[in-house]
Structures are given as structure tokens and as C-alpha cells.
Nanobody
Framework: QVQLTESGGGLVQTGGSLRLSCAAS????????LGWFRQVLGKEREFVGG????????YYADSVKGRFTISRDNAIPKAYLQMNSLKPEDTAVYFC????????????????WGQGSQVTVSS
């Protein structure tokens, strides 16, 4: 059973940085992709970016490209979402998720989810 545990959210001012972590257990390497999503209350879950555990580059939504960076440490295993130049519109609950569709940006392709971590960017 894949389990994902996030940490690292919080409150930051506009232009600041935060790093989210996603600790994985339960055979994560059999799942090809680790995705990051975010959700604002009352809105649909939005794809932020993803990475494959086996290798390859990370991929990002246009809204965060150049500001956010996804990385992984296969030895732990853990994935990270480094968020720089944060804007108030980045405020959301952020989730990491595991799926078998490399490169997918669809939430439906990720059957396993972390509990979510609140990120609030003040103006």
C-alpha cells in the first residue's frame, strides 16, 4: 500500500519561498509518477507539476514554470516541491500524489494521495 506524507507548508509573504516534502512508502518505485497538485476551496484540484521516480526531468504547469522546482531523493524515498517567488494566487492546499501514468496532469490518473499541506501567501 502506497502511503504519502507531506510536510513543510505555512505562511509566507509575497516573493518568499517554501519547500514542501512528500515522504513515500509502500513500494513507491512501482508507481511511475509523483505529482503535485493544489486546490482552493470550492475549485477543482489543479496540476502543479510531476516527476518520475525512475528518472527523467520534472514537468510543470505553465502557472508555476520558472518559479517551482520538483526534485526527488530515491534513497529515502522523498520528493520535494521548492516554491520560489510566491504570489497570493499560489495560496492553496498542496497535495502530492502517486500514479502510473508518466507525464500525466490529470488528478484521476493518481490513485494515491497525501493528506495535503496548506500554503498561504500574504500580499
Amino acid at each position: 500500500q502506497v502511503q504519502l506524507t507531506e510536510s513543510g507548508g505555512g505562511l509566507v509573504q509575497t516573493g518568499g519561498s517554501l519547500r514542501l516534502s512528500c515522504a513515500a512508502s509502500g513500494g513507491i518505485f512501482s508507481w511511475y509518477a509523483l505529482g503535485w497538485f493544489r486546490q482552493v476551496l470550492g475549485k477543482e484540484r489543479e496540476f502543479v507539476g510531476g516527476i518520475q521516480w525512475a528518472g527523467g526531468s520534472a514537468y510543470y504547469a505553465d502557472s508555476v514554470k520558472g518559479r517551482f522546482t520538483i526534485s526527488r531523493d530515491n534513497a529515502i524515498p522523498k520528493a520535494y516541491l521548492q516554491m520560489n517567488s510566491l504570489k497570493p494566487e499560489d495560496t492553496a492546499v498542496y497535495f502530492c500524489a502517486a500514479g502510473r501514468q508518466p507525464g500525466s496532469s490529470r488528478a484521476a490518473d493518481y490513485p494515491y494521495w497525501g493528506q495535503g499541506s496548506q500554503v498561504t501567501v500574504s500580499s
